[in-house]
């Protein structure tokens, strides 16, 4: 345990870490070539195959058609108010009125990795004050299991989160401290706006690197503790916009100390399509902080080590769900896990071999991953295409039903929210849309279409599958929708089952995994 107890002693000084020339990972270059990188997997899908995106293009569309004429108001409302969950929305509004709704979410998107990747480089810069080798293992979580869940105004807050973290800590190194109390109050908001996690992520890590300082300037922990509250504090005008929020939202907290889960969760932070590969993936991170541990030439930062425990302490603390926002726990641990990779590095010189084979192999790993996140996207991206060809047969402003058979697996279910394209790209309604009280700008009023009117109402068990937690069946559902209520039901990857339950049905267009009914009712 040798590398662990050093954990605990200063840094090293600067002179005596960085020696000759910067290798080749630390250059400007390969810097730029990683944050480009990024951005690989997302370039061919015309829109990016993440689970929840297409609802959130939805909403989108909704708040572009406020103050138009439109038969969305008919079924939606968008109500725009302060809340710390709107860094798309606020986004997409004025540039898709430049380049379109669909330019824009992809633009847009396509940003977060690049900005996640510059984040945590930019934090590992000044923490280390270089780039040690081990930086390179951090990089694949700019694709964790939440971003690729499409969870996108976290995974934009948590982006700006590491940004401003970088800031903040570059601020500290140039002692501007003063001018950093200025900037954070407005910079804290942008993130809390984004997504209140990015803001709650922001407050642990500012906290525990302040106090760090704090003790590495003499200060007693209990005098370090205090005085990194106070700095911290130009952080907390968010609070006051958070309470006056909360004041009047609804939605549950449930499920604290789900243990189970939080390994799964654990188990998962690499979750894309291909279980052994993200599991070995996964595993892999866990192997390189273990040598951190055990190699005597290798220790961690005092500083990222703290903000390591922090971030490991929320998520034990924190529950599954959150005033109805879920996997509140799920999408802390891919974070945490790269600040724990960014805390290594060397304890004193750099052992030159040691850096280049770390290098080459966290190279390695990053080529491999973006090579795997790329082929899966792409394949998402093309099955989506060809599954969207039913939408040219959709007239505009049409009322879709749709039902999405799937299973429990592993690989990602990338067309949970796809029938949402209905509305994205028909101005029609779906019924894959969700109501978060408090959470979420859209409401849903639709009376006719229920129980098919809001999110998971779209979602049904396979038939090979009836032992699923999701009870409901093609064969038990399309029975239930109401008469007259739809003009057109769209049925993806469904399987066999009962086709006497479509005798109300007529079957207008079918594609690859993909069927596309008109009412009876609506025949002329």
Known sequence: ??????????PAPIAATVTGPRPWWETRPFVVFLILLSTVPLLYPTVPPLVDLPAHMGRYRVALAVGHPSPLAGWYGYDLKLIGNLGVDLLVYPLAKLIGLEAAVKLIILSIPAMTVAGMLWVAREVHHRLPPTVLFAIPFAYSYPFLFGF?????SMALAFLAFGFWLRLARKRRFRLRLALFAPISCVVWVAHTFGWGVLGLLAFSAEAVRQHDEGRPWWQAAYRAALQAACLALPVVMMLLWRSSAGGSTIDFFAWSKKLQYLNS?????WIIWDQTSAALVGLLLFLAIVVPKLTFSRNLAFSTLLLAAAFIVLPRMIFGSAYADMRLAPFAAAIAVLAIRFKRETDLRLARTLAF???AFVLA???TVTTSLAMAGFDQQAKLAALDHVPRYARVVSLVSRCGQWALTRNDHLPSMVTVRREGFSNDQWVMEGGNPLTIHYPQARPFDVDESELVAAQRCAR???????DTSIPRIPAGAFDYLWLIDPGPFDTRVLRDWQLVWSGPGSFLYRYSAART
């Open 468 to 474: 699923h937690r999701r009870t409901r069946t093609l």
């Open 152 to 156: 996108v105004n976290f995974a934009l």
């Open 361 to 363: 192999v966290g190279l």
């Open 369 to 371: 991953r973006t090579a």
């Open 269 to 273: 932070i690499l979750r894309d399509r």
């Open 1 to 10: 345990m040798a590398g662990a107890g050093a954990s605990m002693n200063p």
